[in-house]
């Protein structure tokens, strides 16, 4: 299941004190000392035991596990400017806790991503195809802005298929997914239409302990993680490894992707080995230190629609490596500061055969990072967040080609641009009832000037149950470096120098309703306009016209009993095509999201016991590229209804079987674009902690 962390105003049944506003950003209550809904607790406003570190996003302290942990206990927690993070409040943050994380079976971000409101997510799971995509609220993988502890691991790179690498965190590592929009995004980039997604990852704790899980299932899938945990005086440490392998060959109908002579699905395997580690030091009572390292090695097969059959490989190759210091600055912690800096590289490889010739495209990006962001509580009702980014981005490109028609296009390229963000968010409490976030991002960037993205989030308590936000924000997002400059020999796309950014704005608008002591409901219109969106347009890359998105999101939480747990998420997406160089586009819906999503799921666990039934319906996605012949581009793939089942039986204190059973209605439906499910897959595993 899915958690939520609903960002419901500062004011509820019982005004919070003006002591624990003070306190912002510094404590945030446990969820084992907290009085949940179900508990027959009305909307908790003030603290009402101990608390711990806040964990803000460029930072994952967690405390020491408890019996009571989010997954076993509630389905929502609720916290408010008194106790959580001083992140802006006028959108909700989305949390899927590890709990959640073990219970899905997930085996990637992606995976972990695509239950959550608004996510259509495409290429993961059985026979994905890399081309079709990661979205969120009819915005792409890079129109979003991705961090791991708060650092940025976005690269900004299009051709080659070199999108974001949704596999590059191993998911034992991971302690938890949040989720932000609206005047969050401020404070992370501009180029964050979509949303911001974070990946806290875990820290060792008390006496050192190994897990480990060894999946296998249909196609060959097997998938070990393993990870090594703990801590000494002032020191911690947290060691993980993640590997998996499917062959994705099955069979598939007529006109399917990639289908061989045999008409089985071919050369959609993939590989990837993950590496994670971090080490964190207590200096003092005020200063800490932090170093983390991922490591990302993937291997696979690349699969669309096209003649001859598709024989592309993709290698890519990561490393992401940050340090952070984070110091108290006052005496009160009403003054905190955290300094970061990373460094990124990927490393993207495509090969193949072009009939008796052959092409290779390879990009080597990196990205140098420092971070510094200051929390500070001005006074008992204004909470400032401010700070300063700095980015320098190199790009090579190699382009080699045998195609006689493409020699004269290959070439090597050497470019790198540099960028500085200043940013500021202010949360004022103007009453009891209502609080305004106002922010603003002023960037400084070598290849594109100077510009200003502002944002505005307001809350209003209607009543002490129902309460109502808003967010604006101004964003704009830069072609990358590949796509003004490197020319992409596999697809015969040229590159264009003289690209605009991406400009537009993004907005929502929402009610957040306790509607009973057990269920709660979120309910956010949303929508974004984008101009000068980027695409190819005659094989080459261009600013191709203006999107506008308007959306429904609806999250319903329900505590059945103390065991027993159920939610249900609808997304309702209309990304059309204003404008377009091609006439037969305007008015048509974005390829590859549908109108509509529904995904709902119940759980239950006892005593190490847990089972867990998954829905999803989608209501099919517009085809629009490698289509065949007849095909007509304003077609869309057939709706479909899936049922997922996952358990998890205790065979001992420490050793657990878990089992996932995948599409148990064996249809072999039309995920996206001519890719095809394999129908009925299952994965059984062993889970165990010493």
Do not use: C
């Not at 609220?137 to 502890?149: D, E, Y």
């Not at 994670?276 to 170093?291: A, D, I, R, T």
């Not at 490109?397 to 090597?412: A, C, F, M, Q, Y």
């Not at 922010?439 to 809350?459: A, I, K, V």
């Amino acid at each position: 299941m899915i958690y939520f962390l609903i960002a419901f105003p500062s004011i509820a049944a019982d005004q919070p004190n003006p002591e624990n506003i003070k306190k912002a950003s510094s404590d945030i209550l446990n969820l084992s000392e907290i009085q949940l809904p179900y508990t027959q607790a009305e909307l908790l406003t003030e603290p009402s035991g101990k608390t711990r570190e806040s964990e803000l996003p460029s930072q994952s302290n967690n405390p020491p596990e408890t019996n009571n942990k989010p997954g076993k206990d509630a389905d929502i927690y609720i916290e408010t400017i008194g106790q959580k993070d001083n992140l802006p409040e006028s959108t909700p943050t989305y949390v899927v806790e590890k709990e959640d994380i073990e219970k899905q079976g997930a085996t990637s971000v992606a995976d972990i991503l695509k239950r959550m409101p608004g996510f259509a997510i495409n290429d993961v799971g059985y026979g994905a195809d890399i081309h079709t995509g990661t979205y969120y609220r009819g915005a792409s993988v890079n129109q979003s802005v991705f961090l791991i502890n708060g650092r940025p691991f976005n690269n900004n790179i299009s051709t080659y298929h070199g999108a974001t690498d949704l596999n590059s965190i191993p998911v034992e590592a991971i302690e938890r997914v949040e989720l932000y929009s609206g005047t969050t995004s401020t404070l992370y980039g501009s180029s964050a239409f979509g949303g911001v997604i974070n990946i806290i990852t875990k820290e060792g704790y008390g006496k050192p302990k190994l897990t480990t899980n060894i999946k296998f299932g249909s196609l060959n899938f097997n998938n070990q993680q393993l990870t090594y945990s703990g801590s000494s005086n002032r020191l911690n440490y947290n060691f993980s490894f993640e590997r998996k392998f499917i062959d994705n060959r099955y069979a598939v109908p007529v006109g399917a992707a990639n289908r061989d002579s045999q008409g089985f699905l071919s050369n959609a395997d993939t590989a990837t080995s993950t590496y994670f580690g971090s080490v964190g030091l207590e200096l003092n009572q005020k200063n800490s230190l932090n170093l983390d390292i991922t490591t990302l090695s993937s291997r696979r097969g690349l699969v669309y629609f096209g003649f001859p059959l598709q024989k592309d490989r993709l290698d890519h190759d990561s490393l992401n490596i940050g340090l952070s210091w984070k110091s108290k600055l006052g005496a009160r912690d009403n003054s905190n500061l955290t300094t970061t800096i990373g460094y990124n590289q990927n490393y993207f490889s495509t090969y193949g055969p072009s009939g008796n010739f052959s092409r290779t495209g390879i990009l080597d990006t990196k990205q140098f990072t420092a971070r510094i962001n200051h929390d500070w509580q001005l006074t008992a009702n204004n909470l400032l967040r401010w700070g300063l980014d700095l980015k320098n981005h190199d790009l090579y490109g190699d382009v080699l080609s045998t195609v006689p028609t493409r020699i004269t296009k290959n070439e090597k390229e050497d470019r790198s641009v540099f960028n500085t963000g200043l940013f500021a968010v202010n949360t004022w409490n103007v009453s009891q009832l209502f609080q305004v976030d106002l922010g603003f991002r002023q960037n400084f960037d070598g290849q594109f000037g100077n510009y200003l993205n502002p944002s505005l989030g307001l809350r209003y308590s209607l009543t002490p149950k129902v309460f109502l936000r808003g967010s604006w924000a101004g964003a704009q997002r830069n072609p990358g470096l590949d796509q003004l400059y490197v020319y992409d020999t596999v697809h015969n796309w040229d590159p264009n120098p003289n690209l605009k950014p991406e400009t537009g704005s993004a907005w929502t608008g929402g009610v957040d309703v306790n509607l009973s002591k057990n269920l709660l409901g979120q309910f956010t219109y949303f929508g974004s306009s984008l101009d000068n969106r980027l695409g190819i347009f005659d094989n080459k890359w261009e600013n191709i016209g203006l999107v506008n998105t308007n959306g429904l999101e609806a999250a319903l939480q329900l505590k059945i009993a103390r065991d027993w747990s159920t939610f249900v998420n609808y997304t309702y997406t209309d990304a059309e095509i204003k404008t377009s160089p091609i006439a037969s586009e305007r008015g048509l819906q974005l390829a590859f999201i549908p109108y509509s999503l529904v995904k709902t799921g119940i759980s239950y666990e006892k005593n190490g016991w847990q089972g867990n039934l998954y829905m999803t319906y989608n209501s099919g996605t517009r085809r629009a590229i490698f289509t065949k012949a007849g095909d007509n581009t304003r077609d869309f793939s057939p709706s479909f209804f899936n049922i997922d089942m996952s358990g998890r039986i205790p065979l001992s204190k420490n050793l657990g079987l878990t089992v996932y059973l995948e599409n148990l209605l064996g249809e072999q439906y039309e995920r996206v674009n001519r890719i095809y499910s394999p129908g009925f897959t299952f994965r059984v595993g062993l889970s165990s902690s010493i």
